[in-house]
């Protein structure tokens, strides 16, 4: 590889083992929370509205959100030592969250492996209620919270050759125009009926062992 590597990962059920929206909203959402969520996944809705749907419904303080984080969500267990790796060999790792500030912050930091650098949409808590804002708004999408697509497509112009790591539907984007894409779930069923190129894999140990393979680490 002649081009510097740079990982960027989304965040729930990628780094995660765990989805934390499905977490925080199974808990204290709205019971019709599925229903938004396969409109977005259908197409038919936005991420950007689906996000703000389910988020105002749910009835929970900052504590209850950070225990219920703390208690309920862990890494993917071929994480850590994958991050360990690329962070001692100077290969950055990005997590790019469809999700939240507050849920990245808060298992990373429980999991020992803060700080990381990440871009997430911002959750804010106004007069009882949780409101979605988005910090970084894309001039080409306005669907998606904040286009993955725009960090990838920043990072090539860098000169970096950009792996991503992903599983659902705010990872779409960023599959596209990445420079090898690792896929599983939703995200690799839909890379495959696109016809866009995807490595399948189940954990960070199959992604490292790939990228072993190919001579890039």
Known sequence: MKQPLLIACDFDGTVTKQDTLVEILDRYGSASWRSVQDQVVAGTLSIREGLRQE?????????QLKNLLSERVALDAGFPPFF?????SGIPVVLLSGGFDLCVETVMQRHGLWPVPYLANRLVRDNGSWRVEYPHPSAACDNCGHCKADAVKAWKEQGYFTVFVGNGVTDRCAAEVAGLTFAKDELAAWCATQKIPAVAYA??????ADLNRRGWL
């Open 84 to 88: 360990s790796r690329m962070r001692n």
């Open 55 to 63: 988020m105002s419904s749910v009835r929970a303080d900052l504590h």
């Open 203 to 208: 954990t960070f140990h199959d992604i490292e």
